[in-house]
């Protein structure tokens, strides 16, 4: 990788996930995506997600806002009839207390989500805004490792077999850095057939040649539970793959953010490398909040430069929204 990344899986992840924003899909032509990283479910976490969506769709998502909807929401959203009901005449029985429904439902209306009003006898009626639109096409999990050999893959395989037969992926993919050597088919051999390999070479940072496909993936079979999979999109929605400044102490004086190439990153001057999540916290003994002047002298970004980058960052990840949101397909 390149220089002050180190054997960092962290900086290798966060490579990934900004080459398959510029480049994905790999083997089948341009398709409009929104990438995040570390979700999953209890039992399992991905390094990478890859949700391919329909550009109109998501653009009829955008409608309902940046943030994710969670379950409560979208049981609102997604079941809001098109005139004023009763909250209870309009909703199936949940199975729990009316009263967290109706909650929701004042949280929806909060968000500007569905309109409500009061009924007869005061009860709460409400109705949708626009329909909660079918935007996610298929859900790629990629697990990344920079260092992959012959006990790693090994390690990996009860790992990507869940994966495999978990009914939530539509494809499942290992990446992995490039060594300028063939990777040995003896390497895959303990890996499910159904996973494809990803090779990069981010000695340069990230452009769109940087991965190439060394074993394609098998489509796989989702039937996992529906509602798992829309909640996992929602999250991967309302987070993408920069959150890692809300995890990480960019109001620390020794934190940059680099460009490699097409990608920005985190880096710290104290170390001289890309820090882990684990390793940027104000328990680091480098750590040093940004001096008060920073913030008040003239600073080009208000706040200073630890805002400055969230909010780059949160610029960033619009923009690839509504650039996902306007590709045409073919």
Same mark, same amino acid.
């Given at each position: 990788?390149? @220089?002050?990344?180190?054997?960092?899986?962290?900086?290798?992840?966060?490579?990934?996930?900004?080459?398959?924003?510029?480049?994905?899909?790999?083997?089948?032509?341009?398709?409009?995506?929104?990438?995040? +990283?570390?979700?999953?479910?209890?039992?399992?976490?991905?390094?990478?997600?890859?949700?391919?969506?329909?550009?109109?769709?998501?653009?009829?998502?955008?409608?309902?806002?940046?943030?994710?909807?969670?379950?409560?929401?979208?049981?609102?959203?997604?079941?809001?009839?098109?005139?004023?009901?009763?909250?209870?005449?309009?909703?199936?029985?949940?199975?729990?207390?009316?009263?967290?429904?109706?909650?929701?439902?004042?949280?929806?209306?909060?968000?500007?989500?569905?309109?409500?009003?009061?009924?007869?006898?005061?009860?709460?009626?409400?109705?949708?805004? +626009?329909?909660?639109?079918?935007?996610?096409?298929?859900?790629?999990?990629?697990?990344?490792?920079?260092?992959?050999?012959?006990?790693?893959?090994?390690?990996?395989?009860?790992?990507?077999?869940h994966d495999v037969n978990s009914?939530?992926?539509?494809?499942?993919?290992?990446?992995?850095?490039?060594?300028?050597?063939?990777?040995?088919?003896?390497?895959?051999?303990?890996?499910?057939?159904?996973?494809?390999?990803?090779?990069?070479?981010?000695?340069?940072?990230?452009?769109?040649?940087?991965?190439?496909?060394?074993?394609?993936?098998?489509?796989?079979?989702?039937?996992?539970?529906?509602?798992?999979?829309?909640?996992?999109?929602? +999250?991967?929605?309302?987070t993408g793959w920069r959150s890692?400044?809300?995890?990480?102490?960019?109001?620390? @004086?020794?934190?940059?953010?680099?460009?490699?190439? %097409?990608?920005?990153?985190?880096?710290?001057?104290?170390?001289?490398?890309?820090?882990?999540?684990?390793?940027?916290?104000?328990?680091?003994?480098?750590?040093?909040?940004?001096?008060?002047?920073?913030?008040?002298?003239?600073?080009?970004?208000?706040?200073?430069?630890?805002?400055?980058?969230?909010?780059?960052?949160? +610029?960033? @990840?619009?923009?690839?929204?509504e650039q996902a949101a306007a590709?045409? %397909?073919?």
């Amino acid at each position: 990788m390149f @220089r002050g990344a180190g054997d960092s899986e962290f900086a290798f992840e966060l490579l990934v996930s900004r080459w398959a924003e510029l480049a994905w899909h790999p083997a089948e032509g341009d398709r409009a995506a929104v990438v995040a +990283r570390q979700l999953g479910t209890r039992e399992r976490r991905w390094d990478t997600v890859v949700l391919e969506v329909d550009p109109d769709a998501l653009a009829t998502r955008r409608a309902f806002g940046d943030r994710k909807l969670d379950s409560d929401l979208l049981r609102i959203v997604r079941s809001a009839p098109a005139d004023y009901e009763w909250y209870r005449d309009a909703l199936d029985d949940p199975g729990f207390p009316w009263r967290y429904v109706r909650e929701a439902v004042h949280r929806a209306a909060g968000r500007d989500l569905v309109e409500k009003r009061r009924g007869r006898n005061g009860r709460i009626e409400f109705r949708r805004k +626009r329909e909660y639109p079918d935007w996610v096409e298929r859900v790629v999990a990629i697990e990344n490792k920079p260092d992959l050999d012959a006990s790693a893959a090994a390690a990996l395989a009860d790992q990507l077999r869940h994966d495999v037969n978990s009914g939530l992926a539509d494809q499942v993919w290992v990446a992995t850095g490039a060594t300028g050597d063939r990777i040995s088919p003896a390497l895959l051999e303990d890996m499910p057939v159904e996973v494809g390999v990803l090779e990069f070479d981010f000695a340069d940072g990230v452009h769109v040649d940087a991965g190439e496909v060394v074993w394609h993936p098998t489509a796989l079979d989702v039937d996992g539970d529906p509602r798992t999979r829309l909640l996992l999109a929602e +999250r991967a929605y309302g987070t993408g793959w920069r959150s890692f400044t809300e995890t990480m102490r960019p109001d620390c @004086r020794h934190f940059e953010l680099r460009r490699e190439g %097409r990608a920005l990153v985190p880096h710290c001057a104290a170390k001289d490398r890309v820090p882990t999540a684990a390793e940027c916290k104000g328990s680091c003994h480098e750590f040093s909040p940004e001096p008060p002047q920073w913030r008040t002298n003239d600073w080009p970004i208000e706040g200073g430069p630890g805002k400055g980058a969230r909010a780059l960052l949160k +610029r960033r @990840r619009e923009r690839e929204r509504e650039q996902a949101a306007a590709e045409c %397909r073919e």
